[in-house]
């Protein structure tokens, strides 16, 4: 993939040992450690993007005027090289997010990057960091792309007139510690994610800033994650923390629709998109906490899962309220969960057919 922009590259001479690298490829955890190079293009109005490089990992110098620090104009978004059974490196659906790297950009009114720049600056990093790609089953690098508002001045009267793009990369192992040990998640009655005409299906950093207070509430009431629910009556369910959620009635899914308050995943999409063509039926639509609870007691609901780039697919176990508790089906993973999971990671890592074209070669 080749772009307008020609980058720079410049290798790291301060670049881990392969001792080294093993070694913490070894137990990556997630999000903790970074490769060796990083990648950073400028943006300035009247001039566009320029200056693209791949240059060695390092901290960044910033005025602490620039306009990040105080108005968040920032956003973000989060997918996985995963190297394969026959030693090839590849991305999953790098143009989805490319996508929806720019439509979070228009809501935040900031420039779009072209889809072919953001797609070569990923596989740019990931040359450079081929190494890093780890070898263990289930782990993979994990890239952040990124971008920062950075003028300098506290004005709020025009968006930020230039920008920072940067993408890093982290190998990864399971996002949840357990890995498919079904997760415990609370229900967040208190506090509201995302309203209509917010910012709620934009990948922006702020979301996730407004959201720790509701996430550490969570892990007060002994639950992994919370579950963000509709701003009008906090009845209806929306998404988690982190990732989309579907429910399992039999051999139906169902997902919350995208109303413009949650993440239009691209896991989720993938899933709405093979869990039909493995003859389950899927249904984008509505679901409030009271039916999941009842559907649960009855047994109509089977199971529920979360999902997305660093969750995969992760069983929901039982669910935690201010004022209810209760357990979905007998608590452990159920089966369409696990054929789901497995037919994602099976087209990811090659030993699935990739029947659509998602398995982008680096
Ligand atoms: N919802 C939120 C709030 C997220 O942060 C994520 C993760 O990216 C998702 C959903 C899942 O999206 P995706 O499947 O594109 O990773
Ligand atoms: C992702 O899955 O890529 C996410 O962004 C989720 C989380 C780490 C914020």
């Given at each position: 993939m080749t772009s307008q922009l020609s980058f720079d590259q410049q290798r790291n001479p301060n670049a881990r040992g392969r001792e080294e690298r093993e070694r913490i490829l070894a137990n990556p955890g997630f999000g903790q450690i970074f490769t060796d190079h990083m990648v950073s293009i400028d943006f300035t109005e009247g001039q566009g993007w320029h200056d693209a490089r791949v240059e060695p990992?390092?901290?960044?110098?910033?005025?602490?005027?620039?306009?990040?620090?105080?108005?968040?104009?920032?956003?973000?978004?989060?997918?996985?090289?995963?190297?394969?059974?026959?030693?090839?490196?590849?991305?999953?659906?790098?143009?989805?997010?490319a996508a929806r790297f720019n439509l979070s950009a228009a809501r935040m009114a900031m420039p779009e990057l072209p889809e072919e720049t953001f797609v070569e600056s990923l596989e740019l990093l990931v040359q450079a960091d081929r190494?890093?790609?780890?070898?263990?089953?289930?782990?993979?690098?994990?890239?952040?792309?990124?971008?920062?508002?950075?003028?300098?001045?506290?004005g709020v009267n025009y968006p930020s007139k230039s920008y920072r793009y940067m993408a890093i990369a982290s190998p990864a192992a399971s996002y949840f510690a357990g890995g498919v040990k079904p997760v415990k998640v609370w229900l967040s009655t208190e506090y509201t994610r995302a309203a209509p005409g917010g910012t709620g299906f934009?990948?922006?950093?702020?979301?996730?800033?407004?959201?720790?207070?509701?996430?550490?509430?969570?892990?007060e009431q002994d639950c992994d994650q919370v579950v963000w629910l509709d701003a009008f009556e906090h009845r209806y369910v929306e998404e988690?923390?982190?990732?989309?959620?579907?429910f399992v009635f039999g051999d139906r899914l169902l997902t919350p629709a995208l109303t413009g308050t949650l993440l239009p995943g691209i896991t989720r999409d993938s899933i709405l998109t093979f869990a039909a063509e493995l003859g389950l039926t899927v249904e984008e639509g509505r679901i409030s906490i009271e039916e999941w609870q009842d559907g649960c007691a009855s047994g109509v609901l089977t199971e529920v899962f979360a999902c997305g780039?660093?969750?995969?697919?992760?069983?929901?176990?039982?669910?935690?309220?201010?004022?209810?508790?209760?357990?979905v089906g007998d608590g452990t993973p159920g089966p369409v969960t696990l054929k789901i999971r497995e037919e994602l990671m099976g087209i990811q890592?090659?030993?699935?057919?990739?029947?659509?074209?998602?398995?982008?070669?680096?």
């Amino acid at each position: 993939m080749t772009s307008q922009l020609s980058f720079d590259q410049q290798r790291n001479p301060n670049a881990r040992g392969r001792e080294e690298r093993e070694r913490i490829l070894a137990n990556p955890g997630f999000g903790q450690i970074f490769t060796d190079h990083m990648v950073s293009i400028d943006f300035t109005e009247g001039q566009g993007w320029h200056d693209a490089r791949v240059e060695p990992y390092g901290p960044l110098v910033l005025d602490p005027a620039t306009s990040v620090f105080h108005y968040a104009q920032e956003l973000f978004e989060g997918l996985k090289a995963y190297r394969q059974a026959n030693g090839a490196i590849v991305a999953f659906r790098p143009f989805a997010n490319a996508a929806r790297f720019n439509l979070s950009a228009a809501r935040m009114a900031m420039p779009e990057l072209p889809e072919e720049t953001f797609v070569e600056s990923l596989e740019l990093l990931v040359q450079a960091d081929r190494d890093w790609v780890p070898t263990t089953e289930g782990h993979s690098l994990y890239l952040r792309p990124f971008i920062i508002a950075t003028q300098v001045g506290l004005g709020v009267n025009y968006p930020s007139k230039s920008y920072r793009y940067m993408a890093i990369a982290s190998p990864a192992a399971s996002y949840f510690a357990g890995g498919v040990k079904p997760v415990k998640v609370w229900l967040s009655t208190e506090y509201t994610r995302a309203a209509p005409g917010g910012t709620g299906f934009a990948k922006c950093g702020g979301n996730y800033a407004a959201a720790f207070v509701a996430q550490r509430q969570a892990v007060e009431q002994d639950c992994d994650q919370v579950v963000w629910l509709d701003a009008f009556e906090h009845r209806y369910v929306e998404e988690m923390g982190g990732m989309n959620l579907f429910f399992v009635f039999g051999d139906r899914l169902l997902t919350p629709a995208l109303t413009g308050t949650l993440l239009p995943g691209i896991t989720r999409d993938s899933i709405l998109t093979f869990a039909a063509e493995l003859g389950l039926t899927v249904e984008e639509g509505r679901i409030s906490i009271e039916e999941w609870q009842d559907g649960c007691a009855s047994g109509v609901l089977t199971e529920v899962f979360a999902c997305g780039t660093a969750a995969v697919v992760t069983p929901v176990g039982s669910v935690k309220g201010a004022d209810r508790e209760w357990t979905v089906g007998d608590g452990t993973p159920g089966p369409v969960t696990l054929k789901i999971r497995e037919e994602l990671m099976g087209i990811q890592y090659g030993t699935r057919p990739d029947n659509h074209g998602w398995v982008h070669k680096i």
